[in-house]
């Protein structure tokens, strides 16, 4: 049990990097390769989590810094975990100091420590309570991320084998590890790799293998039960982007993005601008009557809602037609006999759109009750009652577009009080003219100001491009208006 519960989310500590190289013989490296670099973590041949790596040089060294999460089930033991981890390295990749939040079974923790003079000097934070521990060692101890990287820096004689200490943030201690060269070999798909391995988890294999660059390629525990590839980021967008969406799944931790300063009662707020650091300048800017977007600088943006946004643009109307957001489509079956049904149920007796409107929000926030895994299409949560903030906001467009009012499926972020901005889904009705921001899980017409929309569309697709910023942007308030 011990080896399932600990070892698998120290697996993807181990990771270096993702792409490979042209094929070329195997020599010692002066450096690791510094890029960003994504990987699928893998059970059963069934996606489970993912990690992004991303090693940088700094005046004395590198930084490594890694997010990621797993949810597995294996041999009958559960493993669960999120992680975001800041490490920094000399030359030789000794580890100088690091910053690790992690939440392994629910239990989070962080802890910030500095390596001087054969000492780790650990401060360590778990539910609001600080506690410090210092851990002695002699030698150099490396992080997990610096494990497949050290043997290429040094000698891939095959046969040679290194003993090297590494620092476990999960269970607070030093331990030796066991890197043994077994030679030029290739993946399951063919790539030139050196294959390494090691015994950082008890009794097990921990297989390896590396391009000639330092990319990891590939690891496998237990001859392949638990596989952790590196993949392109367009794999895992749809994957990462559906999962953050959920927000209550593990990558809760990964995704949430505090704000400087924070804002306090959220709900009281009238309007709302913002500043957001770390953004991708190739997604676009979505703006109309309920939000302005704009750049104020190279991977920046400034967006503004509610009272921030001037009178002329907040009063502004939509001129184009609206058509297509009144036809069904895939997971919105607005011309299904059911939806159809319940949306004239809801709608009789109402004044206006506005009326229905709120109707409609109100009957979704009831009728379903929130998960965390997501409910499908409209019609199969209509029936299920189950579903996470996409299966709200998929069923209540469906509603609305049945009634005839025009209304699209977005996603962006949301402020929750004491935490931060999360990742999230709602819906943006056409009424009087004007988008107006609705979200049916949380049953709010309008929508409080801190719902910031990034991207349009229900698929999962259209909701990829979240992982260019997920786990990147930060926030800063510029205004907050009560």
């Given at each position: ?12 500590l ?5 792409f ?6 195997f ?15 893998y059970v ?9 790596q ?5 005046p ?8 990621g999460s ?12 999120a ?43 778990i539910?609001?309570k600080?506690?410090e ?14 494990l ?16 090297v ?32 391995r090691n ?21 496998s525990?237990?001859?392949g039960l ?28 990964f ?7 924070p ?6 707020l ?7 650091s ?34 002329t ?8 037609p609206?058509?297509k957001?009144?036809?069904p ?13 319940k ?13 229905i409107v ?5 009957w979704?926030?009831n009728?379903?009750?929130?998960t ?15 579903g996470?903030?996409q299966?709200?906001?998929r ?7 049945a009634?005839g ?18 990742y999230?889904?709602?819906?943006e ?8 921001a ?8 309008p929508?409080?100001?801190t ?5 349009e569309?229900q698929?999962?697709?259209d909701m ?19």
């Open positions: 049990m011990r080896i399932v519960l600990c070892a698998l989310i120290a697996m993807i181990t990771l270096a990097a993702v490979p190289a042209a094929a070329a013989p020599k010692k490296l002066d450096k690791p390769p510094l890029s960003e670099r994504w990987f699928g973590i059963d041949k069934e996606r489970v989590g993912f990690y992004r991303a090693i940088s040089e700094t004395d060294g590198y930084r490594m810094e890694g997010d797993v949810r597995m089930k294996v041999m009958g033991f559960a493993k669960e975990a992680m975001r981890e800041t490490y920094l390295v000399g030359k030789d990749l000794a580890l100088h100091s690091f910053d690790v939040e992690q939440t392994v079974n629910g239990s989070a923790s962080r802890l910030k420590g500095l390596v001087a003079n054969n000492i780790i000097r650990i401060k360590s934070v539910k609001g600080s506690t521990k210092q851990l002695k060692y002699k030698g150099e101890v490396y992080p997990g991320p610096a497949n990287l050290y043997p290429l820096m040094h000698d891939v004689t095959p046969g040679k084998s290194y003993y200490q590494t620092f476990d943030p999960e269970e607070v201690k030093v331990k030796e590890v066991k890197i043994s060269i077994l030679g030029e070999d290739k993946t399951p798909d063919s790539q030139p790799a050196v294959k390494l015994n950082l988890y008890p009794f097990v294999n921990n297989d390896i293998w590396v391009d000639n660059q330092g990319n990891t390629l590939l690891e525990v237990r001859e638990v596989i952790t590839r590196a993949e392109d980021p367009e794999h895992l967008g749809s994957f990462v982007g559906g999962v953050a969406l959920a927000k209550r799944d593990l990558i809760y931790d995704s949430l993005v505090r704000s400087e300063p804002i306090n009662d959220s709900k009281k009238t309007g709302l601008s913002v500043e957001i770390g953004w991708n300048d190739s997604l676009p800017l979505l703006q109309d009557g309920s939000q302005t977007a704009e750049k104020s600088g190279e991977g920046r943006v400034v967006i503004k809602t509610g009272r921030t946004i001037p009178e643009t907040a009063q502004a109307k939509v001129a184009t609206q058509e957001y009144l036809k489509a895939e997971k919105i079956e607005s011309d299904a006999p059911e939806i159809a049904a949306a004239k149920e809801l709608a009789a007796g109402r004044k206006g759109p506005e009326e709120k109707a409609l929000a109100a979704t926030s009728w379903l009750r929130d965390v895994d997501d409910g499908g299409g409209a019609v199969a949560s209509f029936k299920s009652r189950n996470n903030c299966t709200h906001a069923l209540y467009t469906a509603l609305a577009r009634a009012i025009p209304t699209r499926f977005v996603s962006g972020l949301v402020y929750l009080d004491g935490k931060g901005f999360l999230h889904s709602w819906a009705s056409l009424l009087d003219g004007r988008w107006v609705i979200d049916p899980t949380y049953d709010q017409v929508a409080d100001p719902h910031l929309k990034l991207l569309g698929l999962p697709e990829a491009p979240i992982i260019t910023i997920i786990g990147r942007i930060h926030i800063k308030v510029l205004e907050a208006k009560y």
